[in-house]
């Protein structure tokens, strides 16, 4: 069980907007700590797709978006594509822990 | 282009040990942070641990459930990162991949993963 929780599944349909929440606390990112997000396609290695709350990567689409506030972060796709069905996770940092965190990941259908 | 390939996984029994490598390309090896990332068969990440470059001492620092088992090393002559597996225990059963490490960045590259299976 994670530090980072987040919903085991989401879905949406093409063209849809769905987000993705990353639920911390005080050891987290209530303390400071950015959050990371990564997209994982079926049978490949993850890949970075948002990073410091916000911040995209060359080549990930503006489709995808990063915000952080408090104790909680979210990541949101809008118009949705069947490209987007992946899993997604979260990752910072814990001090409660002493290393770096991942959310025990999202699974995204598109519908 | 950036390119991490690992190596090294196999089948091991419980208790064994194994090592794992990465070779890196494409980026400045000796400076960069490396990192063991992990997933178990149909489970989620785990961070295993980290190792900081040369010029920050080489700093090594791990995950709890592997502390005291596993080792991180770098050859920065051949840009190899390796994972040594002590004590394994089925729970390790996983894809071990290597990635590097950016602060303010996180896990910014990743390699394809080698499978490391810890059975009887």
């Known amino acids: 069980q994670s530090v980072l929780t987040q919903p085991p599944s989401v879905s949406g349909a093409p063209g849809q907007r769905v987000t993705i929440s990353c639920t911390g606390s005080s050891t987290n990112f209530g303390a400071g700590y950015d959050v990371n997000w990564y997209q994982q396609l079926p049978g490949t290695a993850p890949k970075l797709l948002i990073y410091g709350n916000a911040n995209r990567p060359s080549g990930v689409p503006d489709r995808f978006s990063g915000s952080k506030s408090g104790t909680s972060a979210s990541l949101a796709i809008t118009g949705l594509q069947a490209e987007d069905e992946a899993d997604y996770y979260c990752q910072s940092y814990d001090t409660s822990l002493g290393g770096r965190v991942f959310g025990g990941g999202t699974k995204l259908t598109v519908l | 282009e950036v390119q991490l390939v690992e190596s090294g996984g196999g089948l091991v029994k419980p208790g064994g040990s194994l090592r794992v490598s990465c070779a890196a390309s494409?980026?400045?090896?000796?400076?960069?942070?490396m990192s063991w990332v992990r997933q178990a068969p149909g489970k989620g990440l785990e961070w295993v641990g980290r190792?900081?470059?040369?010029?920050?001492?080489?700093?090594?620092d791990y995950a709890a459930p592997v502390k005291g088992r596993f080792s991180i090393s770098r050859d920065d002559s051949t840009n190899t990162l390796f994972l040594q597996m002590n004590s394994l225990k089925t729970e390790d059963t996983a894809v071990y991949y290597c990635?590097?490490?950016?602060?303010?960045?996180?896990?910014?590259?990743w390699g394809q993963g080698t499978l490391v299976a810890v059975s009887s």
């Open positions: 990635t590097t490490y950016t602060t303010g960045r996180g896990f910014d590259y």
């Open positions: 190792i900081k470059s040369k010029s920050d001492v080489g700093a090594t």
């Open positions: 494409g980026f400045g090896f000796s400076k960069a942070w």
